[in-house]
């Protein structure tokens, strides 16, 4: 990984968040393994850490970044429903389907695409019959417990162990 593509990088428990950005809009929220911080290059990076680290020691925290407008309707209507969970809570990826009228596994594929992980909550979307699911486009390694992490620290109804 190349810091050189990240306008800030913001360290976390057990994990790192890169951020992209231009003057006026964040592009890509990334997760990384764990890595020091790197300090912002630009004033909306900065804003960006604040936030993310408001977010970190406060799940309540409520984010009002500038996001690029990115992906397919679909993923955004899947993005828009995922935005909806309440703090605390989870879905199941059949009950995002249901609500759209369509299949559980591209929910699972839009939430994979999601380049604002945190600010988009797509861990709050779980496998049914209480397994973990996937997680930003993997099925294991550090980024599902990255996912019981937030859980955990959200305080969620479903704060699994394990996958």
């Given amino acids: 990984m190349s810091e050189a593509i990240y306008q800030a990088i ?6 790192a968040l890169g951020i992209e950005c231009s003057d006026d809009e964040i592009t890509t929220i990334e997760f990384l393994e764990p890595q020091p911080a790197l300090p912002p290059r630009t004033a909306l990076a900065a804003e960006a850490v604040r936030q993310l680290e408001a977010y970190l ?3 309540a925290f409520v984010f009002g970044l500038p996001l690029r407008p990115a ?3 679909f993923q955004r209507r899947v993005w828009a429903q995922i935005s909806a969970i309440p703090l605390g809570r989870t879905l199941t990826y059949g009950e995002v389907a249901k609500n759209l ?3 559980p596994r591209a ?3 839009a939430c994979g695409a999601n380049p604002y992980p945190l600010v ?8 049914a019959g209480g397994g973990l699911g996937g997680f930003n486009r993997h099925g294991g390694g550090f980024l599902l417990d990255v996912k019981r992490w937030l859980l955990r620290h959200e305080n969620s109804e479903f704060a699994p162990t394990r996958g």
């Fill in 101 to 103: 009228n369509n299949a």
């Fill in 71 to 73: 992906g397919t309707h």
């Fill in 57 to 59: 020691a406060d799940p």
């Fill in 107 to 109: 929910v699972g594929q």
């Fill in 120 to 127: 988009v909550p797509c861990h709050r979307v779980i496998a």
């Fill in 10 to 15: 913001v360290a976390a428990p057990g994990f």
